[in-house]
Structure formats: C-alpha cells, structure tokens
C-alpha cells in the first residue's frame, strides 16, 4: 500500500514494512487531501476512506490514506469522487485555533494510526489472499 | 405594546378588480386591509394592524418589474410598516414570482420583515424559499385560513426576533439552512412509521432530502473522431479582449459567440477572461490555457479531430445560477445541433 | 427466539454497607465494586460517585453507559465473548433494573469528550440525564498502552453492570414484556399475509475508540450477518467507541436498540419483522463493497421487502450508508435510513458527506453542530478539563460565569442515529 500520510507515527512504524511505501509530507489536513487528490489525477486508486474516524478534520491534524503503489492507466472516477467529496466535506468544518498539548498531540497520532492500522490488516488478507492465488 | 404596522401585497384578482383581463393594473395603494387582509387583520387581533394594501397586476409587475418595484418600495416605505405579507399566491405562478420579489426587496432594500406563502410548486417558491420566509400553502385559494393560522403566528415572531423553529414545526417551506428541533415521537418509531408507509405506497415525507442530483449520464462515445466536427465550450470566461459582450466577472446574465475563423491561438492582448473567480493573469498571458484553440488546431492539421467548430460559446461560471447556464445552453446546444457539431469540449476552471 | 424482559424500576440510587434493591431505590456498596474492578491489574485506581435526574452534576469525558441486565432463565449470560462465556443468547428471561445505568468515564486519549448533564439546557439532549446513574471514574496503571486502557475501562463497566445487575435476579419485576422472532420459515406461515421487514444496523468499526464487539469479535472483522433481534437485549453488541459522542451507541443504546423495540411494537399487526442484520463501517473501501454487497444479498435471501438502516457515525460512514442504501434498492426493496447531520453551525452546509437518489426516505436525529450553552454545575463527575478541547468545543469556550459553549455533537446519545432521542432537523 501507497500510504500518504501526515502523521510522523505512522512513518516511524511503517519505515519497518517494506511492504509499504509512506510518502510522508508535514502538511496541513487539508494539503493532504490536495497531495491525495493529485495522485488520484496520476492514476493511484484510493484504498482507504479519506474521512475514516470520527475526529472531526478541524479536530485532528492527522491523516493517512492508503493508495495503491502503482499508479493504473486510467483515472479512477470513484476515487475521484471520494477524495473531492472528501475535500468539500473537510471545508465545511471551520478552522479551529486552540492550544494541543504533546499529549492530545500525541494521541491525535495514535488514532490516526489505528485507523490506518485497521485498513493495513484488511489489505493484508486482500493482497496476500491475491498473491496466493496468482 | 405598540401595534405592528403590516403593509399587505395583493394581485388585481383578490383585490377583486378582476382576473386576467385587469392582470395589466399598474400599483395602486388602499388605507386598510383589502380582500384576504380582513382574515389576516382578523388573526393577528390586537397585535398588528394592517395599514394599507398595495394591488398590483400580475402581468404589470412581471412585465414592467423595474418600474413597478420602485413604486411598491416607497408605497411601503411612505407607510411606516414594520412587517411586508405578500399573498398568499398559493399556485398563482406569476403572483407567486411578484410576491417572492416584494417580500425579498422589501427585506433587502427597506431592511423590514417579510412574509408570503405560496404552494410548493409554485415557480416563486423555488425562485424565493432561500430569501424570504414563505408559508407552505395548498394550491387553491381555498386553503386561505390554514395559510393564514400559520401566516400571523411566524410574522409575529419574525418582528418581535424570537427563535424561528423548524420549518416543519412553522409550517414554512424549507429554507436550506437545517434547524434543530424535538419531536413528538422519537427517532426510532418515525422511521418505522416511514417505512410502514413506503411499504402501503402511502405519501411520505423525508425529514432529509438529499441535495438535487443534477447529474448528466455521459453519451456514447464519438464513433469517429478524426472526422468529428469539435466545438469548444467554457465557463472560464475567455472573451475577446475588452469583452465586447460584458459578461459579468461573477453571477454571469450572459454568455458570448466568438469567431474563431482563421485564429490558429489565443494571444495576449487579443483575448482575455472575464472571470473574476480566479487569478486572471495566466489565462491573460495565454487564454489557450483555458480554452485550448491552439491544441485543437494542431489536432486537426493532424487529423486527430475532423475540425473545429467556426464557434464558441463562453461564459463566467462563478457563482452563476444553474437555471442560467441551463438556459445559456439550451441556446446554442440548437446552433451546435443544426450545424452537425458531433462533440463539445466544455472547459472550466 | 422468545426472550421475556421483566422490567424492575428504579427511581434512586443510594450508597449503602449492602447492595440491594429495595423498593425501587438502587442501595451500591462502592466498596465491592471497587474490588471487582480492581481485579484488573491494568486499573490502578477506581473511585463510584452517584449522580441523579435534576442534580447541579456534570459526568464528563463519558467513555460508556451500560444497563444493569442479569439473565435468570435461558442459555447464556448478559454479555457473551467477553465477560460472559460464549453462547447464543436472547432466549428466556432477562431482568433489567430499569432506570438505572453504569457510566464510565476516563480519559483514554487527550481530546475525550462525551459530556451527560443531569440538569440544565444539555439535559434534554442526553437520555442518560434521566437515568439514576452509578458513575466509575477510572484510572490506568502507569505505562498502560491506549488499546489495553480501552479494554480495561470498557471491562470495568460491563463487570460494573453484570453485579448489579445480579442484584435483580430474586426479584419479582413489576411488569414483563415478551419479545418473540420466530424462524424465517415458521414466521413466514404465521405472519404470511404482512410483508417482511427487517432492521440493518451498521456498527463503527475503524479503530481505537471507534470499535464495536460481536459476542466479542471485533466488528470490523466480521461479515455482515443476521441475528434474532432479541439477542442484543442481553448484551450480545456492546460498545467500544466514543468519538463524537452525539452519534454513537452506548452499550445501554444496544440493549435497547430503540428501532428493534419500535419494529416489535409493530410486529404481527403492520409487517412481519423477520430478522436483523448487523454489518460495519471499515476504513477499508474493499471491505465497504463486500460489506454492503453482502448486506444487500442477505436482505434479499430473507425475502424483506423493507429495511430500516441505521448508521453510526459521519464522514466514512456516510460512505457506507449510502452504499448500502443503493444496492438495497437495487434489489427492489424500500429502505428508511437513520442518520444525524452536520450542517454547520449556522444549518447551511450539506449534512452529508455522500449522497445517492435511492436515499429518499431518511429520518434525521438532528444537526450535531448546533451550538448550545451549558450552565456551570455545582459538582463535576470525571474532569472538565478537556471540555474545550473536545469535539465540538473550542478554545475559550468557558466563560466566566461557568457556563460553557459547545456543538452537541459533545453530549453522549444527543443525536442517536439508532432514534433514541427525539431530536431531528428540517
């Protein structure tokens, strides 16, 4: 999986997988979003709801969305779909300035990775279900 | 406490000067409630007090509406009203529109209260149910006492600035702005209600609408494009320069034809865009960047593409109404239809 | 499946040397719960407060509610695959101290929220201000990882439940209701002329404070299946989730799923409510096709010609529900779908983040943005420290006077997408 992600958590956990990819950027939720959008444009389909969890996107500064590695000949229109909705959605919200500790800091990493974990293990029955049977 | 001062907006039927044959009176004022204003004097009681009526032919106002307004706005202003009630125009398509404009330029331009109602169907009421408050009515006159037990209860509460509720609770037609409110029966047992309805074919109402799905299925493939004839179409606003047409920068009224006969490329000081939505300097420096003359050239000297259409059609997308793009196209889609166009190309931005 | 819940009410809650019920008043020995829960290693300290209907008390940042159930009749206990052995439940008789709940509260991650006011503006917005409750403030041993906090926090509660619940087993319930599905077939030759219904009810499952537990399986691992609607009377789903607390099901909401309770109501006279169907929300978009592609297929095999379906959450969800509301349709059956809206503060935004023509019959549990003020209150259960920085609250919302700001989406059940609440939008 393609994971591109803001979150230092993640990075530091999938640097041991290389089965993975992180295209790891220190950008704002909603340059993630944009950064997803143009690889999208390239061809990568989206493997991961781009609004998983329920931490409102002006509550966290986190995001992971997980991609497939190659890019496809053809745009995929869902993804599209998925990632401008997803981009609308996060729009909506207005933006909050509040003080995070290291602590929420800290935990708005955590959760994000969870949720990212949750897709890592469904992705692992997929493509391994799919290289068995190849 | 001090009487609201209710100015009330009729057409020349109920004022009872006559149908369609008097639908061409231009505005007249009357001291006091006229027609249906009794029942709305009636139902406000003691509360307001209806100062006049202004009476105004359907057809005049529709059709001279820039000189109507004016007049109405200062035959309200003149009075002192604190409150506008125009109608109701239940499903009088032409009074609903006259009431929908005197209710909204009443609150915009006077910065008074207004109120109408109309049935739900009625053209004015998708035109105005943004701007104005608008009572759901049935689609006859003989729903007049039901509009006007829900009419005088919200006026009230609009001049005195109470919290509105819900429209469902108010009886007003939605607004697009979603308002809280708690039900008689809880969440579970409505939807089982609901779905036991869907089930008997029964009528139904979703407490959610989903937003208006205005999608377009795509037509089949061009069978063969190396001999297609190609139009480019966009909403990015590129015009020749000093835009002849003066199309507007936002909300666009219109939309230009441009000859594109013998222009191999969009150069700068020959055209430009007119759309103030984004930064203009690059579709300046070379408008081909948003309407791509050039690459449709080059494809047809390669006989990539059968030909470029002589014309194209462009106007401003920002923030321009769907029902005016509609009606842009439904213009030139015959021009592009009678002169055997196969595919359009429709930029944005 | 026949499943008799005898109905004990309570009207208060008391400290006392004993735990009883002793004429409607729930009488709790904080002593023996605190041991209970203290078995734990992984709970370092465990403090029971009590909080009534109409008290000057705040219970913030609520982790979960959960309802004193015991089983005195039939196979199983009150919450199978986890603290009770794995067994089908939902037949025989259950007691319920009706009126009475368990609440936990601990912070598991820094932005917690979840607020109950037992009086005061936010206490109509929340069920369990009306409920005599039996709050554990619990804290973690050092060290503890967030996952192993969650599971000991959400442990604690249930064990809470399951004691005091085993106060009502002697008792003699003051009225008892029967609940009955039969087996498709036979419920098919006594209700042949009603058309068949059923309930789809999606569970959050995507992570940490966002999972929802089977019989103990994880429900983000599970293929969407059907259960005997009274199985999750006796606790067979519970609650592992409390992000934006508006809109997810305590285990309490489970035990009494308002949509199975209101299909009942119905049931033999205006359609044959013929089963229940549970499927998740992954993260995962594959999982989201094959969930709600299997949803769709096993609503068919069932022969239902109509469906309520229920979500729980927003955003990712929303994905979902629409996915299962389209490929419902598509098998020509009439589906109500249940969910709550975040319009914006001001109402104007689109509610949803995805949308479909099939979903022409939705029932709203209200706009979770809408902001409210909640009064200052004289004792406050847990800690209003994050108060401001929860989900719907913000910086500086806490004004002098205590009184404080925030979205509803912070007060636990206050937009239930299951229809607990009576709140709604237009």
């Given at each position: 999986m393609l994971v591109v992600s803001n979150n230092p958590l993640v990075q530091s956990h999938l640097i041991r997988e290389p089965q993975h990819t992180v295209a790891y950027a220190p950008v704002s939720f909603r340059d993630l979003l944009i950064l997803v959008r143009d690889k999208v444009h390239q061809g990568h389909v989206l493997l991961t709801h781009p609004l998983s969890g329920s931490v409102k996107p002006n509550e966290t500064l986190y995001k992971s969305i997980g991609m497939t590695q190659q890019p496809q000949a053809g745009l995929c229109v869902d993804s599209l779909l998925l990632i401008e909705e997803a981009i609308l959605a996060h729009d909506r919200f207005p933006p909050r300035t509040r003080e995070v500790t290291p602590q929420m800091d800290a935990d708005f990493q955590l959760v994000d990775w969870t949720l990212l974990q949750s897709a890592l293990l469904s992705d692992f029955a997929r493509t391994r279900g799919a290289s068995a049977g190849a | 406490m001090q009487k609201i001062r209710i100015v009330h907006y009729i057409n020349q039927f109920f004022a009872q000067i006559g149908g369609e044959e008097m639908a061409h009176v231009p505005p007249q004022w009357r001291e006091g409630p006229v027609g249906p204003g009794l029942a709305l004097a009636a139902a406000f009681g003691q509360t307001a007090e209806i100062v006049g009526t202004v009476i105004c032919g359907d057809s005049y106002f529709n059709e001279h509406t820039s000189e109507a307004l004016p007049e109405i706005l200062d035959m309200i202003k003149a009075a002192g009203a604190d409150l506008l009630i125009a109608g109701p125009a239940f499903n009088a398509g032409r009074y609903g529109v006259a009431c929908g404009t005197v209710a909204k330029a009443a609150q915009d331009e006077l910065g008074i209260k207004a109120i109408t109602g109309m049935y739900v169907e009625n053209p004015g009421a998708d035109m105005f149910a943004q701007d104005v408050y608008i009572i759901s009515t049935r689609n006859s006159a003989a729903g007049m006492r039901d509009a006007v037990k829900k009419l005088a209860p919200l006026a009230q509460k609009l001049v005195s600035g109470e919290p509105i509720g819900a429209s469902s609770e108010e009886g007003y037609l939605p607004r697009g702005i979603r308002v809280n409110l708690f039900e008689k029966d809880r969440g579970a047992k409505r939807a089982v209600e609901m779905l036991v309805r869907k089930l008997r074919g029964q009528d139904f109402t979703t407490e959610y609408p989903m937003p208006d799905f205005d999608r377009v299925a795509p037509q089949p493939a061009v069978k063969n494009i190396s001999r297609a004839k190609v139009a480019l179409v966009t909403s990015?606003?590129?015009?020749?320069f000093g835009n002849p047409d003066r199309i507007e920068s936002s909300n666009a009224s219109r939309y230009g034809r441009y000859d594109l006969e013998n222009i191999m490329d969009l150069t700068e000081g020959k055209w430009a865009t007119?759309?103030?939505?984004?930064?203009p300097s690059y579709a300046n420096r070379d408008a081909d960047r948003v309407l791509p003359v050039d690459v449709m050239r080059e494809m047809e000297i390669e006989g990539k593409i059968g030909s470029l259409f002589r014309y194209t059609y462009s106007t401003v997308g920002n923030g321009t109404a769907v029902k005016s793009s509609k009606a842009f196209a439904d213009e030139f889609v015959k021009e592009l239809i009678k002169e055997n166009v196969q595919a359009v190309i429709l930029t944005s931005t | 499946m026949r499943l008799e819940l005898g109905f004990i009410p309570i009207h208060d809650v008391q400290f006392a040397d004993t735990s009883r019920v002793e004429d409607g008043v729930l009488y709790v020995n904080a002593e023996d719960i605190k041991a209970l829960v203290l078995k734990d290693e992984h709970i370092s300290s465990v403090e029971v407060e009590l909080a009534r209907p109409g008290e000057s008390v705040r219970i913030t940042p609520v982790k979960d509610v959960v309802e004193p159930r015991v089983k005195v009749d039939g196979p199983g206990g009150m919450f199978p695959g986890t603290v009770s052995r794995v067994k089908t439940v939902g037949q025989g008789r259950t007691h319920v101290l009706k009126g009475a709940a368990v609440v936990t509260t601990g912070k598991i991650v820094g932005f917690q929220e979840g607020i109950i006011d037992m009086s005061g503006a936010g206490a109509q917005y929340t069920p369990f201000s009306k409920t005599q409750n039996v709050v554990l403030i619990l804290r973690p041993q050092d060290g503890l990882s967030a996952h192993e906090h969650e599971v000991a926090v959400r442990l604690a509660g249930l064990k809470a439940a399951m004691y005091l619940g085993e106060l009502a087993r002697e008792l003699v319930p003051e009225t008892i209701e029967t609940y009955e599905t039969l087996p498709l077939l036979e419920g098919l030759k006594q209700h042949g002329d009603l058309p068949r219904v059923g309930y789809v009810q999606m569970l959050q499952s995507q992570g940490l404070l966002h999972d929802t537990y089977v019989y103990g399986v994880d429900a983000k691992k599970i293929l969407p299946t059907i259960l005997y609607p009274t199985e999750v009377m006796d606790g067979a789903i519970i609650s592992g989730n409390c992000v934006s607390a508006c809109d997810k099901n305590p285990t309490y909401v489970h035990q009494n799923n308002p949509i199975v309770h209101e299909l009942y109501a119905r049931h033999g006279k205006d359609f044959n409510f013929c089963a229940m169907i549970i499927t998740n929300e992954n993260v995962y978009l594959a999982d989201k096709v094959r969930s709600s592609d299997w949803t769709a297929k096993l609503c068919e095999f069932l022969g239902l010609e109509g469906v309520i379906v229920s979500e729980e959450g927003f955003g990712n969800p929303d994905t979902d529900l629409m996915m299962n509301s389209r490929k419902i349709s598509e098998k020509g059956i009439k589906a109500v779908l249940l969910t709550d809206e975040y319009a914006g503060r001001d109402g104007s935004s689109q509610s949803l983040a995805d949308a479909h023509v099939s979903a022409d019959a939705v029932v709203s549990a209200g706009n979770a943005n809408q902001v409210i003020t909640l009064p200052g209150m004289d004792r406050v259960i847990g800690?209003?420290?994050y108060v401001g920085i929860i989900a719907g609250g913000w910086d500086k919302n806490k004004m002098e006077d205590g009184t404080i700001m925030v979205e509803i989406q912070a007060i636990t059940g206050a937009t239930s997408e299951v229809g607990f609440g009576y709140l709604s939008a237009r």
């Open positions: - | 990015g606003g590129i015009v020749p007119a759309h103030g939505g984004y930064d | 800690s209003e420290a």
